[in-house]
Every structure is written in structure tokens, then in C-alpha cells.
């Protein structure tokens, strides 16, 4: 299933606003690129998502909206493993943001 379903399920089951789902589409797209394809959610792995955050470290951005995007990205994850779509939940550290 790829994540762009998932997180249609997500915002359904959540009743998340109009611009959070916005927000996880962003990061869903931006997964994508940098898997090069149509992020699935087999994707949500720690190496993955450590991953993502390293990316997008290195295009300098703020690790404000690093650790905004890797929460949207686990609490899907979170809610896969709720479902039944993945067995194993994440363990990855959360990104710190400096005070």
C-alpha cells in the first residue's frame, strides 16, 4: 500500500484539519523523492526515517520542520502498526531541537 492511501485512511480515522494532511502529503512527496519512487508504507523503517531526516538536514533546514516532518512520518507509522499494515513499530530518535 503506498502512503499516499495510508494517509487517507489516517486523516479519516484522526479527523485530522485540511492543512495537517496537507502537511504529511508534503512529507509523504518528500520521502518519495528521496526514494526515488512512490514512497510505500514497507518504507516506514528506522533506517528510512533517520534517513529522511539526515536529507533533509543537509538542505538546511530548520531542525524545527525536520522534527515537524519525521512526527508526521511516525505517528503514520504509529498508525500502520495500529492497523495491522506493519509488525514492527518505530524505535528511531526523535530530531532535537535546539531551545
Known sequence: MRLSELVDEYAARKLISTKTLRLHRVCIRHLSKMLIRPAEVAD???TNVARYAAVQREKKKAPAS???EQSKLLAL????AQQGYLQKWPTVCAV???D
Not at 507509522?77 to 500502520?80: L, M, N, T, V
Open 44 to 46: 516506514l523503517t528506522d
Open 66 to 68: 525536520i522534527a515537524g
Open 77 to 80: 507509522w504509529r498508525f500502520a
Open 96 to 98: 532535537r531541537v535546539p
